[in-house]
């Protein structure tokens, strides 16, 4: 792996993570502490901190990844499989809504009547049960998964 791949890669890693962390941060403390201050505890509450909690440590999981790329750690690259590959589907489907984004994304979607595209700078999560919407769609984010084709490809390589 060319030594310019290998730093290109971890920075997204790295400003992917520490955006991530950021966002899940600030929601933290306008949106989830307020939430669970106004009445008692439900299963709705649990699971939406357990969603939090999967999105941070996914961030936490990105920097560190990109560190250890960064590093030339000799585990980087299955680290950094591990965190472009929950990157890569996104879905609205009955039942359940799933989308990731660490630094940089560009998705293409296919709903029932259309086939659409969507990007996205900095880091951002949605997902959600029982949304409350009929456009249903999967996709792919076109950038995890080349930079996932692009680790495989040279996972065996010495970083």
Not at 22 to 27: E, M, R
Not at 33 to 52: G, H, W
Not at 115 to 144: C, E, H, K, M, T
């Amino acid at each position: 792996m060319k030594n310019f791949h290998r730093k290109l890669i971890s920075l997204l890693e790295i400003i992917g993570g520490i955006l991530g962390i950021g966002v899940i941060l600030f929601s933290f403390f306008t949106v989830i502490i307020p939430y669970f201050q106004s009445d008692a505890v439900t299963l709705y509450k649990i699971i939406t901190s357990m969603i939090f909690l999967y999105a941070f440590l996914v961030y936490c999981f990105s920097t560190l990844s990109g560190l250890l790329l960064w590093k030339k750690h000799k585990k980087a690259v299955q680290l950094s499989l591990i965190s472009q590959s929950v990157q890569i589907p996104t879905f609205l489907i009955p039942g359940m809504t799933y989308m990731l984004v660490s630094c940089f994304g560009v998705f293409v979607k296919i709903s029932l009547s259309s086939l659409f595209f969507s990007a996205y700078f900095g880091s951002r999560f949605s997902i959600f049960f029982l949304p409350q919407s009929g456009n249903y769609y999967i996709g792919l984010n076109i950038v995890a998964l080349v930079i996932f084709i692009f680790l495989y490809k040279h996972r065996k390589e010495v970083v």
